[in-house]
């Protein structure tokens, strides 16, 4: 299967650790990468391969990958940070690109 | 800095053919490793990947739309088009063109998008 799953929402108060799970069984093949949107907005990108950070992301979000589940984790999280949150992969054979369903992350 | 830009007509009917244009600036198509894609959005919902191009012309489609997608590049107006035949009010969407821009060094990594143009299927 190429889908990917997300949680739909996902919520934290200011200053603590945000993490956003993505799963599917072609993770375990292929790189996954994250894009926040805001609303209005054409979605950012934050991570690549799985782990590596772009020039002008902030360190706190990170990526990593354990198997068939890949993790965004947004540490010492900012009332800026509230917006939805894609993963990206491609199915097993790399043949396409998919998105997971995005996660709402919620500055409680 | 490469930007890029959306266009089309706002309004489709229903059974005819949506094409869109994406306008590369800033840079070249056929620069380097990058290849461009379409993505759309559904008032509400999540990300739908579309299809692609790479510079030789190679494409690739969503399983679930590819025989009604075409994507193809004009390099002499360093434009990438995208062509949807059929389309009903389930195609009423924000259209993205996105650029992947080192496939070899970072994968699909979506590094540039463009704002988005909005296309509503109506009679």
């Known amino acids: 299967s190429s889908e990917l799953t997300q949680p739909p929402s996902v919520s934290v108060s200011p200053g603590q650790t945000a993490r956003i799970t993505c799963s599917g069984d072609a993770l375990a093949k292929q790189y996954t990468y994250w894009y926040r949107q805001k609303p209005g907005r054409a979605p950012i990108l934050l991570i690549y391969?799985?782990?590596k950070r772009p020039s002008g992301v902030p360190e706190r979000f990170s990526g990593s990958s354990s198997g068939a589940t890949v993790t965004l984790t947004i540490s010492g999280v900012q009332a800026e940070d509230e917006a939805d949150y894609y993963c990206?992969?491609?199915?097993?054979?790399?043949?396409?690109?998919?998105f997971g369903g995005g996660s709402q992350l919620t500055v409680l | 800095q490469v930007q890029l830009d959306e266009s089309g007509p706002g309004l489709v009917k229903p059974s005819q053919t949506l094409s869109l244009t994406c306008t590369v600036s800033?840079?070249?198509?056929?620069?380097?490793?990058?290849?461009y894609c379409w993505i759309r959005q559904s008032a509400g919902k999540g990300l739908e990947w579309i299809g692609r191009?790479?510079?030789?012309?190679?494409?690739n489609y969503s399983p679930s739309l590819k025989s009604r997608v075409t994507i193809s590049v004009d390099t002499s107006k360093n434009q990438v088009s995208l062509t949807l035949t059929s389309v009903t009010a389930a195609d009423t969407a924000m259209y993205y063109c996105a650029r992947a821009g080192d496939y070899y060094a970072s994968g699909s990594a979506f590094d540039i998008w463009g704002q988005g143009t909005m296309v509503t299927v109506s009679s």
């Open positions: 191009i790479y510079p030789s012309g190679s494409t």
């Open positions: 800033g840079g070249s198509l056929t620069d380097g490793s990058s290849y």
């Open positions: 990206q992969s491609a199915d097993s054979s790399g043949s396409y690109v998919v």
């Open positions: 391969k799985d782990t």
